[in-house]
């Protein structure tokens, strides 16, 4: 398969704790995507790389989150000190720059 | 601020029968419109993509129209199948991020 891929898909875990989701890309795309979704709602633009850079961040992403992607290939989002208002499902996609973006199949987080 | 949102939150069809699933923008400098289905527990599928100098764009059982004038977009969908029940999204993008709307949950009965 050379799809975007996500790990975990679930993930449950307790108010306070710390999280990290990680994401491979399809290998030959310089982009990468965070998004997030909740019930019902259309994916949310978190935050984008460019290769290893990270170019863009919504201010969704409070400073509880981080992102990287050190060698521009896959990423890893961390969430820090969870909230209960953290539970949805974390997307990664990635492109070619300025192509269509492909999704994996996402990371659901639920906090406890 | 300026988002992407969808005339309609349900659509029945019956199997056989073209569907038309609408999305209104707001981003005149939008230059880029996606359509992506989701079914139940998975990512966004990529459908069908127009860009802003395009009206129309076809693809395998798919058609995407955009009318710039009133900032509207369409997906069609001939012969709709069973396997097309699921959330339908249009997604815009002015910069680099996409801003999705809503969603449309297609139900198509047999």
């Known amino acids: 398969d050379t799809g975007v891929s996500q790990d975990p898909r679930h993930k449950i875990t307790k108010r306070g704790q710390n999280v990290t989701f990680r994401c491979d890309p399809i290998?030959?795309?310089?982009?990468l995507y965070w998004y997030r979704q909740t019930l019902g709602q259309g994916p949310e633009f978190l935050t984008y790389?460019?290769?290893?850079?990270?170019?863009?961040k919504s201010r969704l992403l409070s400073d509880r989150f981080s992102a990287e992607r050190p060698k521009g290939s896959f990423s890893t989002l961390e969430i820090q000190r969870t909230e209960q208002g953290d539970s949805a499902m974390y997307l990664c996609?990635?492109?070619?720059?300025?192509?269509?973006?492909?999704f994996g199949p996402g990371t659901r987080l639920t906090v406890t | 601020g300026e988002s992407v949102g969808l005339h309609l939150p349900t659509l029945s069809v019956q199997e056989g029968d073209n569907s038309i699933i609408n999305c209104a923008y707001s981003n005149s400098a939008s230059d880029y419109f996606i359509w992506y289905k989701q079914e139940s527990g998975k990512g966004p599928q990529f459908i069908i993509d127009i860009r802003s100098n395009m009206d129309k764009r076809q693809g395998q059982r798919v058609t995407v129209l955009l009318n710039k004038t009133v900032k509207h977009l369409s997906l069609q969908i001939a012969a709709t199948q069973p396997g097309d029940s699921a959330v339908y999204f249009c997604?815009?993008?002015?910069?680099?991020?996409?801003?999705f709307g809503g969603g449309t949950r297609l139900m198509v009965k047999p």
């Open positions: 996609a990635s492109s070619r720059q300025g192509l269509e973006q492909y």
């Open positions: 790389f460019q290769n290893e850079a990270q170019l863009e």
């Open positions: 997604a815009e993008n002015a910069g680099n991020m996409l801003t």
């Open positions: 290998s030959e795309h310089n982009r």
